[in-house]
């Protein structure tokens, strides 16, 4: 072999490996630089363990702090199909399963057992949802006993309302969807952004096993809790309320009734009830007709409670005083087709008030006049939104003066013709008891609950519904004689208390339907009962107002709601610790 | 007869030179570096195996731990949430499911505590007094 060929061979084996050195390099480079973005990330998601965490949603409480709504801890059973064991195994687990769980012992074997679908491996099950921690904890000890495999828990809470149906309209309900709360109405829907809690995520570095490495990397993105609502609501004197009315339906079985107190100077709703009612944890029983917040989405003719709000403003514009004599026409006024159930010849505004004249407010109205009416029934909140923050809310029915017929300013008075809600009739009421139109409030507070900070939802001015502050006072003593002997309420009388009030008896519109031939008018059979009031009388601490829609039996607000306004009254009273007026009145009875 | 005898000698003890001890003095030295820095490798490298172990330990106990106040938080909640229930109307369904024949208290009949001293032994006195008095 020659020299040269020697140093061919060695140039050759040079340059091959410098091609294969820089193909390498080349590579290298590719590899380290050109893709570092790509294959970073994807050796990244490999060792990276992700763990999503999800903060609580925050609680509603009363205004004492006695939980409303909350959180309960519970937990998810699922299987692995591929670790349940042998046919026997699974049976013996879903016999275990069925008699812990109360399912079906078919159903759960079925999930234990099927360990292929379309030749793909089963590897999740889901035997049973939202599972006790008490249940969970049986479970558990079955499985240490007699050794049952395949089984996992997935923990996690539900909403959860520990007092069932009480307050269940105004509270709402929420519905999961893929772990999203979706409020659906009420509190939680109207608080949804305060209360909804923000999802958090742990990054930590994992072994082969998926464990995390306590040396290596973590990146916390920290969850956080919803905030905390505590409402105007006293759960006690929320107790009395629901209670009374369940009386009241097993006596009367109305189609629906509603009770509402509100302290008339803060505006502050301290109860409200509603029958039919559901109970939110078991979603089989609940009916959207119960679910609905009748006393701030329907409307109903209002009937003879809004006498004494025509009066007072009768009074206030010195149209009349309170011992103005008008001629009742003997129960019947021929020229506006206009009835009363008692028939009185001349009677003073004081005794129209009291026997509830339609014939007499009627003609107090005629002698106020079209614009100071509507000026009225405006200024006392009807045909506006109350303020409470419970959505939709209905704004009743009032139309302008222009829109009247020459009947309208008869009927406006005694509550035909215009439709409030529930709500808008209480807080007009407030406005009578304190002389003042108070926005009406539900949420008093919002807390943080991590930091403990509060923030207290501001009270607004409310303007003064009387230009005279003495007419609040001349109205007062005028309704107290309904409640008292001779007053179409006697029955809503609270021994050692003045309360002063207004019945209302309405007849129930009945639509136009032309396929069934009937012409719209009010119904014979079918009235709306109420009674409103507030005690005591002269410094009220609550008004309240008892609605009953379609009472059996009898229809009258003086016998079907004053019962109930009294019982609820009297418990209320005694509760908030209020002394009597008339004390011997107690002892007495 | 002649007799062919070789003569022994006892081998003399060889004499290391100089030289060549220092020679191995020399080769000795960065050997015995050498495995001096491999045994400090070899005991950071145990060490730190040692204490890998020790933290993977602790970060059991602390795993464990978590879980386990992660399952008393989960129980008080349950606990929290069971006392609701029990409270409120279903006292008064118990009261009268029994028949305990209790009623509220009447208006006035409830006194409201005055204390109006200000050292604590004072206030217990006071407090007691008025409970007595309430009482009574």
């Given amino acids: 072999m020659g020299n040269s060929d020697f140093k061919t061979r060695i140039v050759v084996l040079g340059i091959l490996f410098s ?56 937990s998810d059973v699922i299987c ?210 119960s679910w609905r917040n009748r006393m701030t989405t329907d409307v109903f003719e209002p009937g003879s409670t809004m006498k004494p709000i025509v009066i007072g403003s009768a009074l206030d514009y010195k149209v009349v005083t309170p011992n103005t004599v008008f001629y009742c026409e003997n129960g019947y006024w021929r020229d506006y087709r206009l009835r009363d159930s008692h028939r009185m010849k001349d009677a003073s505004v004081t005794h129209i008030l009291a026997e509830s004249s339609n014939v007499g407010t009627a003609k107090i109205a005629i002698k106020m006049g079209k614009i100071l009416l509507y000026k009225t029934l405006r200024r006392f909140g009807f045909g506006k939104k109350t303020g409470i923050p419970l959505k939709p809310e209905a704004t009743g029915i009032l139309r302008k003066p222009q829109q009247w017929d020459y009947l309208s300013i008869t009927r406006f008075p005694i509550g035909q013709g215009t439709s409030v809600s529930p709500m808008q009739l209480v807080r007009a009421y407030c406005g009578l008891a304190s002389g003042n139109l ?24 409310a303007p003064p519904v009387f230009r005279d502050p003495s007419t609040r006072a001349k109205l007062i003593t005028m309704m107290k004689l309904v409640t008292q002997e001779g007053g179409t309420a006697k029955r809503a009388a609270v021994p050692g208390y003045e309360v002063a009030g207004k019945t209302g008896t309405s007849q129930k519109w009945i639509n136009t339907d032309k396929s069934k031939g009937i012409r719209g008018h009010y119904s014979q059979e079918k009235f709306f009962a109420t009674f409103v009031g507030f005690v005591p009388a002269d410094k009220p601490r609550f008004v309240l107002a008892v609605i009953t829609d379609e009472p059996q039996g009898s229809h009258y607000g003086g016998v079907v709601s004053a019962p109930t306004f009294r019982e609820i009254s009297k418990k209320t009273l005694a509760y908030l610790n209020v002394a009597p007026k008339f004390p011997e009145q107690i002892k007495s009875k | 007869m002649n007799l062919h005898t070789t003569q022994i000698k006892p081998k003399k003890e060889r004499k290391r030179s100089r030289t060549a001890s220092r020679r191995s003095n020399k080769n000795f030295a960065p050997v015995l570096r050498i495995v001096a820095l491999l045994l400090i490798v070899f005991l950071l490298a145990s060490a730190r195996a040692v204490i890998n172990s020790e933290v993977e330990k602790l970060n059991r106990q602390a795993v464990n731990l978590k879980s386990k106040l992660h399952n008393f938080d989960r129980d008080i909640a349950n606990l929290k949430i069971q006392r609701e229930r029990f409270h409120g109307r279903y006292i008064l369904k118990q009261i009268k499911k029994l028949d305990l024949k209790l009623c509220y208290p009447k208006a006035g009949q409830v006194k409201r505590l005055k204390v109006t001293v200000s050292s604590k032994q004072d206030i217990d006195k006071a407090v007691m007094d008025n409970l007595l008095l309430s009482q009574r």
Wanted: one cysteine or more.
């Fill in chain 1, 80 to 289: 692995d199909p591929q670790l349940t064991g042998s046919e026997e195994e699974c049976e013996q687990t879903a016999l275990m399963l069925s008699k812990i769980l109360k399912s079906p012992g078919g159903r759960i074997y079925q999930k234990l057992s099927t360990k292929e679908r379309n030749s793909r491996k089963l590897r999740y099950g889901l035997l049973k949802k939202e599972v006790s921690l008490d249940l969970i904890a049986k479970i558990k000890d079955e499985i240490k006993k007699n050794k049952h495999k395949g089984l996992f828990f997935q923990e996690k809470t539900k909403r959860f309302y520990p007092k069932g149906s009480l307050l269940a309209q105004t509270l709402g309900f929420v519905n999961i969807d893929r772990d999203k709360a979706i409020p659906v109405a009420g509190v939680e829907k109207a608080t949804n952004q305060e209360v909804s809690s923000a999802k958090g995520k742990i990054k930590t570095e994992r072994d082969r096993k998926g464990r995390s490495l306590s040396y290596g990397y973590t990146e916390i993105d920290e969850s956080k809790n919803g905030k905390n609502v505590y409402l105007t609501i006293d759960e006690q004197i929320q107790i009395f309320v629901e209670e009374e009315l369940d009386k009241l339906v097993a006596k009367f079985k109305p189609k629906s009734a509603y009770a509402i107190m509100v302290d008339p100077y803060t505006g502050n709703i301290m109860a409200m009830a509603q029958r039919p009612t559901f109970n939110p944890n078991d979603r089989k029983t609940m009916r959207p007709d």
């Fill in chain 1, 19 to 74: 091609l294969v050195f820089t193909g390498l390099a080349s590579r290298f480079y590719y590899v380290q630089v050109g893709r570092h973005g790509e294959l970073y990330g994807k050796a990244k998601s490999i060792y990276t363990r992700v763990q999503k965490a999800s903060g609580k949603r925050g609680e509603i409480f009363d205004k004492n702090g006695s939980l409303l709504a909350g959180n309960i801890p519970c």
């Fill in chain 1, 438 to 461: 108070v926005p009406l409030r539900l949420i008093d507070r919002i807390e943080d609950a991590e930091t403990g900070a509060l923030e207290y939802q501001p009270y607004q001015t």
